[in-house]
T-cell receptor
Framework: DGGITQSPKYLFRKEGQNVTLSCEQN?????MYWYRQDPGQGLRLIYY???????QKGDIAEGYSVSREKKESFPLTVTSAQKNPTAFYLC???????????????FGDGTRLSIL | KNEVEQSPQNLTAQEGEFITINCSYS?????LHWLQQHPGGGIVSLFM???GKKKHGRLIATINIQEKHSSLHITASHPRDSAVYIC???????????????FGRGTQLTVWP
């Protein structure tokens, strides 16, 4: 079955360390997204990509970096510059909406990142 | 200011009750999504709608574009419906990122047997 795979499910980071969260999809979707979820808040967009080798900052990109070398993969690196990285991270993908035609987003199961 | 507001924030019901969750938004949209987040964190899409009403099993979603309001109804609620329900909108503004969504904070639903 097609879907989105995020790994690991739980991740622990020491202060000053960079960590990379994996997101892989086999849905043949062009667009991929990274969201951050904090308690009591809605999901917030970190980065998104609509095509291989291209990506744009979302609302809260500071302290994060991404790459899109393959259509199927969109890894997120949480750098040491991110001062409050403890959160739940969700990856999503969708087809590129055509003119007047909307596409649903498919979500992974998320990665919970904690600081040691 | 959040573009998407949900109410209530928390909702407790007895099994069998009719549930309504509301969503209001402040921008013109091309689509509205209702999502369900399970206790483990995974999210599934329940509905995507841009007008009228959709029904899937015991779930019904309605939208009023003029009033910028949507409701999610659950008929004959069951403990397995316990989850966080999230409303999200895709702005119609051409300047917006293709496909990006703005999310409400979610409604935690607990259904007791």
């Amino acid at each position: 079955d097609g879907g989105i795979t995020q790994s690991p499910k739980y991740l622990f980071r020491k202060e000053g360390q960079n960590v990379t969260l994996s997101c892989e999809q086999n849905l043949n979707h062009d667009a991929m997204y990274w969201y951050r979820q904090d308690p009591g808040q809605g999901l917030r967009l970190i980065y998104y990509s609509q095509i291989v080798n291209d990506f744009q900052k979302g609302d809260i990109a500071e302290g994060y970096s991404v790459s899109r070398e393959k259509k199927e993969s969109f890894p997120l690196t949480v750098t040491s510059a991110q001062k409050n990285p403890t959160a739940f991270y969700l990856c999503a993908s969708s087809s590129i909406p055509g003119q007047g035609y909307n596409q649903p987003q498919h979500f992974g199961d998320g990665t919970r990142l904690s600081i040691l | 200011k959040n573009e998407v507001e949900q109410s209530p924030q928390n909702l407790t019901a007895q099994e069998g009750e009719f549930i309504t969750i509301n969503c209001s938004y402040s921008v013109g949209i091309s689509a509205l999504h209702w999502l369900q987040q399970h206790p483990g964190g995974g999210i599934v899409s329940l509905f995507m709608l841009s007008s009228g009403k959709k029904k899937h099993g015991r779930l019904i979603a309605t939208i009023n574009i003029q009033e910028k309001h949507s409701s999610l109804h659950i008929t004959a609620s069951h403990p397995r419906d316990s989850a966080v329900y999230i409303c999200a909108v895709r702005p119609a503004d051409r300047g917006s990122t293709l496909g990006r969504l703005y999310f409400g904070r979610g409604t935690q639903l607990t259904v007791w047997p």
